[in-house]
């Protein structure tokens, strides 16, 4: 994991493509929970994807390429997330693809991510912060 400061090259470049879509509730929770307990912007190394990175920030997940100085690939952002009265559904966002193969490492880049981050907040995350609350009795 790297600290890095805020990434805004998401925004500056024009997308080839974006859609709207959704992202699992799962993922977006994990990383909302990594971001409060690890810092507000992450860089992860995508392991299985050799030059990529992965951005974590609040607003975005942005795939970018190290060998091209950083240049997006592609993007999860305009989460709506507000006034959510639910854990478990997905989360509607909006896609952008910066590169014309970008689909190709979607859900391969998710996946990676959800592992790299459960790995991380059981080394930082102190014991007594994972622990249970017992139920009072009755």
């Known amino acids: ?8 090259r998401h925004n500056e470049v024009p997308p080839l493509a974006s859609r709207a879509g959704k992202i699992d509730a799962l ?21 299985t994807l050799k030059h990529l990175d992965l951005i974590l920030q609040k607003d975005a ?19 709506e997330a507000g006034h959510r009265d639910n854990l478990h ?20 880049t998710l996946e990676a991510m959800e592992l790299m981050l459960g790995e991380l907040l059981e080394h930082e995350l102190p014991e007594e912060k994972s622990s249970i609350l017992p139920f009072k009795k009755v």
């Open 1 to 8: 994991m790297i600290r890095t400061p805020l990434y805004t």
């Open 27 to 47: 993922y977006y929770n994990h990383v909302q929970t990594a971001l409060k307990h690890l810092g507000p912007h992450i860089r992860l190394r995508i392991p």
């Open 61 to 79: 997940l942005i795939v970018i390429d190290r060998a091209l100085y950083d240049y997006p690939i592609l993007c999860w952002t305009d989460f």
């Open 89 to 108: 559904e997905p989360i509607k966002c909006e896609i952008r693809y910066f590169h014309y193969a970008a689909s190709m490492i979607f859900n391969k």
